[in-house]
């Protein structure tokens, strides 16, 4: 019961069958089509053709008998369909039937003959038998009251459309075959690259190696397979540098929690041993201890923020960007007080997740203050730029950014020789770039004029005019 089940609930791509015997079928039916209704059309062609040549040879016997006998009674004018070769033979035919001959005619004569001959229908053909032989007939008006009628052995006609039946039978049974043979060739050739590409993608799958990637053809010879093997190859490039990007990530914060752990591990061991330290002592372990757990905690945390790569669309509203940079201003002044930050804010709204704009712009301040010597304020300024698009700089007097330094400044865990020293991970600056750029921001850094280092974060210009909609929300306090 559980396989039959099974079998019922199979997908629907398994039912219908590989997708390049789908295909071939799907060309051969369509080939065979166009093979069968040329082929009908091409006897129905011939078999009127041949039809209508009969027709014209009777319609000029019909003019050359009423011409030659003008005016006769009822009864046979001449020839008979007995012989192959004969000449056309004809009848004269009355509207009434009680002026019939005594000896009966050549041919039989119906009741649509003697509407003709009553003027009452049109002249038409027809397919009569004479002794056993097909022949056709020609009915047609003669004088007043009398209908004429001439016929003609159609022998020749019905061997010349049994010969094109025949023939026209044996090239539709090899247009089909044709037809097979090019809908197989067809699947083959034309699903090449999507075989190709599918015997990559189960490589990957088994090696879990994106390094592969798929030849293309050379340039000049592009098509919409090898547009597909591009962009497939750009999703291959694009998930090496993720998988690479994620190893660098877990070895670098292995690296950086190991220092941590060690110590805390180290710290707790020294207070296992509690009675045999001095109050001084178990006090400063304890500090260590609080102060290295806080250390690890603020890394763990970091890193789970890094692990989100795109804001919550139900948390984004729009910002009054002005007020949270205040707002963050406030918060580093009460953690750095002898930092002093000088703040000039105008008026802008951005649309974002208030919390994360938060975290944002408090890791540039607590980056410039970390670097800021005593007595040098960090300067914050928050300007619209042209086109409404607001800006925010972040300056501090410190030793600035070395010039090999610049291009890593953003780095997870890159930290540069002047700041080993100084307390951090090596992770607010990168996310603080992750967090301008899911806003769609742009983080950028450079050495600031006179000394010191420059951050600027220029959001995109806004869609509708500045201002919140609805009422602006502050951050809280």
């Known amino acids: 019961m559980k396989r039959a089940d ?12 590989p997708l390049r015997t789908r295909l071939a079928l799907s060309v051969t039916a369509a080939v065979a089509l166009v093979a069968v209704v040329v082929c009908v059309t091409a006897f129905f062609v011939v078999r009127d053709a041949l039809y209508w040549q009969l027709d014209l040879n009777l319609t000029q016997s019909a003019r050359l008998a009423a011409q030659r006998h003008p005016d006769e009674v009822p009864g046979t004018l001449a020839g008979e369909c007995r012989f192959l070769a004969a000449p056309a033979c004809a ?14 005619g050549l041919l039989p004569v119906a009741p649509a003959a003697r509407q003709v001959a009553a003027g009452t229908r049109a002249p038409y053909f027809s397919n009569i038998t004479v002794d056993g032989h097909p022949a056709r007939m020609l009915t047609t008006d003669y004088a007043q009251g009398r209908a004429l009628q001439v016929a003609l052995r159609s022998d020749s006609v019905e061997g010349g459309t049994r010969e094109a039946t025949w023939w026209l039978v044996l090239t539709a049974v090899a ?12 699947s083959r050739t034309g699903l090449a690259p999507v075989t190709r590409l599918t015997a990559m993608a189960e490589r990957i799958a088994a090696t879990r190696d994106p390094r592969h990637r798929i030849e293309l053809p050379p340039p000049g010879r592009e098509d919409e397979i090898t547009r597909l093997a591009g962009s497939f190859n750009t999703m291959l490039g694009e998930l090496e540098q993720s998988v690479t990007a994620q190893r660098r990530l877990v070895a670098d914060a292995s690296h950086e929690l190991r220092t941590p752990l060690t110590a805390l591990r180290t710290n707790a061991e020294l207070l296992a041993r509690a009675d045999r330290l001095t109050t001084a002592q178990r006090e400063r372990a304890a500090a260590a201890l609080g102060r290295q757990l806080r250390e690890v905690t603020g890394l763990v945390n970091d890193l789970i923020e890094l692990a989100r790569d795109e804001e919550p669309t139900p948390l984004v509203e729009q910002v009054r960007l002005d007020l949270l940079v205040r707002h963050c201003a406030e918060a580093a002044r009460a953690h750095w007080p002898a930092v002093e930050f000088r703040v000039e804010t105008a008026e802008a709204v951005v649309p974002g997740v208030p919390a994360r704009l938060s975290r944002l712009v408090g890791n540039l301040l607590d980056n410039a203050a970390k670097f800021s010597p005593p007595g040098l304020p960090v300067e914050v300024e928050l300007t619209a730029r042209e086109g409404g698009a607001p800006e925010l700089t972040v300056r501090d007097h410190g030793p600035g950014i070395a010039p090999e330094d610049l291009p890593y400044v953003f780095d997870r865990f890159y930290r540069a020789g002047t700041a080993r020293a100084l307390p951090g991970s090596g992770l607010g600056l990168a996310m603080a770039r992750q967090i301008a750029r899911a806003h769609a921001a742009e983080l950028t850094a450079q050495p600031a004029p006179g000394g010191g280092a420059l951050l600027r974060l220029t959001f995109r210009p806004p869609r509708t005019p500045t201002g919140p909609r609805g009422g602006g929300r502050s951050p809280r306090s």
């Open 6 to 17: 099974r079998r019922r609930r199979a997908p629907s791509w398994r039912r219908r069958g």
């Open 91 to 104: 009848e004269v035919v009355p509207a009434d039937p009680d002026r019939d001959p005594p000896a009966p």
């Open 175 to 186: 247009g089909v075959l044709l037809a097979a043979v090019l809908g197989r060739w067809v």
